[in-house]
């Protein structure tokens, strides 16, 4: 089994950036392809962006032009580059792995990680 375990998260204002860090252990051969979900208090779990092990990327239309997915395939380990964000960013964010397409749907994805929280305030 692969694990995935999420950093970075925290305290942002309104405008300002972070920068989400999923790092992969055990079975990495499962990391192919790596997508972020995000899913706020009530809310269904969202796609915000994925990418495969030849870098092709995949973003939601929600953080298309303001997040930047990469990953370091030495490292083992994903990236996310969130700026501007907007308190509407609130959400716990979720690494997952284990999906042999680079789809937008949570389904396809079996491991995750314990997830980040990112707060954004107004």
């Known amino acids: 089994q692969v694990q995935l375990v999420e950093s970075g998260g925290g305290l942002v204002q309104a405008g300002g950036s972070l920068r989400l860090s999923c790092a992969a252990s055990g079975r990495t051969g499962s990391t192919y392809v790596v997508g972020w979900f995000r899913q706020a208090p009530g809310k269904e779990r969202e796609f915000v962006a994925g990418i495969d092990i030849i870098w092709s990327t995949y973003y939601a239309d929600s953080v298309k032009g303001r997040s930047t997915i990469s990953r370091d395939i030495s490292k083992n380990t994903v990236y996310l580059q969130m700026n501007s964000l907007k308190p509407e960013d609130t959400a716990v964010y979720y690494c997952?792995?284990?999906?042999?397409?680079?789809?937008?749907?949570?389904?396809?994805?079996?491991?995750w990680g314990q997830g980040t929280q990112v707060t954004v305030s107004s």
């Open positions: 997952a792995a284990c999906s042999t397409t680079l789809s937008s749907s949570a389904e396809t994805y079996t491991c």
